[in-house]
Nanobody, 124 residues
Framework: QVQLVESGGGLVQAGGSLRLSCAAS????????MGWFRQAPGKEREFVSY????????IHADSVKGRFTVSRDNAKNTVYLQMNSLKPEDTAVYYC?????????????????WGQGTQVTISS
């Protein structure tokens, strides 16, 4: 079992930055690919970014490419999402997730464990 806890969310103005963290306990994160998803009110959960277990490959959704960066520190059992140039449409609850198999990492069904989410609100 892996327990994931997100932190770092909050309220910022458009153009600002936030850094989300996802801390794991129970098992080392180094065996898992890690993803970030978000869900806005009334919308489905959507893919944001993922990073492979070694950190050698990262993928971002087109909507955040160039603004968000995913990274990981396996020694700290933590994954990060640096979010810059934030826009009101980035407002959502952000979730991190862990996948044992590095396949189809853009979809929610690929992931085995989920955190509880952290709220990100961007004001215009």
């Amino acid at each position: 079992q892996v327990q994931l806890v997100e932190s770092g969310g909050g309220l910022v103005q458009a153009g600002g930055s936030l850094r989300l963290s996802c801390a794991a306990s129970g098992r080392t994160l180094s065996a898992y690919a890690m993803g970030w998803f978000r869900q806005a009110p009334g919308k489905e959960r959507e893919f944001v970014s993922y990073i492979t277990w070694s950190g050698g490959r990262t993928i971002h959704a087109d909507s955040v490419k160039g603004r968000f960066t995913v990274s990981r520190d396996n020694a700290k059992n933590t994954v990060y999402l640096q979010m810059n140039s934030l826009k009101p449409e980035d407002t959502a609850v952000y979730y991190c997730a862990a996948a044992m198999s590095p396949r189809e990492l853009r979809v929610t069904r690929a992931y085995d464990y989920w955190g509880q989410g952290t709220q990100v609100t961007i004001s215009s």
